[in-house]
């Protein structure tokens, strides 16, 4: 069984800084895929970055490049987000998805293509 527990959410003040940490757990299970989405209030979930196995190489949402940058360990359990100069339209429930895929470039957004979720985590951005 799969799990992805996400921490790291909390209050800030716009400008600031914050970390994201999701740990994935589960013997038998290898992600090919690893990624961050956000659902602000009031409006669909939408993708944030994602990071391929098979490359390394991060792919951001358009609107977020410069300001978050994802990462992960070697072993692959453990997915960071690294937002910095937040802003109150950051605010939003943030969620860390895994498949066990490799997934293609134009469909890393996709939310339907991640098998497995976290609970998600609050980050609220707010003066």
């Known amino acids: 069984q799969v799990q992805l527990l996400e921490s790291g959410g909390g209050l800030v003040q716009p400008g600031d800084s914050l970390r994201l940490s999701c740990v994935l757990s589960?013997?038998?299970?290898?992600?090919?895929?690893m990624a961050w989405f956000r659902q602000p209030p009031g409006k669909d979930r939408e993708f944030v970055a994602a990071?391929?196995?098979?490359?390394?190489?991060?792919t951001y949402a358009n609107s977020l490049k410069g300001r978050f940058t994802i990462s992960r360990d070697r072993t692959w359990k453990t997915l960071d987000l690294q937002m910095n100069n937040l802003k109150p339209e950051d605010t939003a429930v943030y969620y860390c998805?895994?498949?066990?895929?490799?997934?293609?470039?134009?469909?890393?957004?996709?939310?339907?293509?991640?098998?497995?979720w976290g609970q998600g985590t609050q980050v609220t951005v707010s003066s």
């Open positions: 998805a895994a498949t066990g895929r490799v997934l293609i470039t134009s469909s890393l957004a996709g939310d339907r293509e991640y098998d497995n």
């Open positions: 589960g013997r038998a299970f290898s992600a090919g895929t």
């Open positions: 990071i391929k196995r098979s490359s390394g190489v991060p």
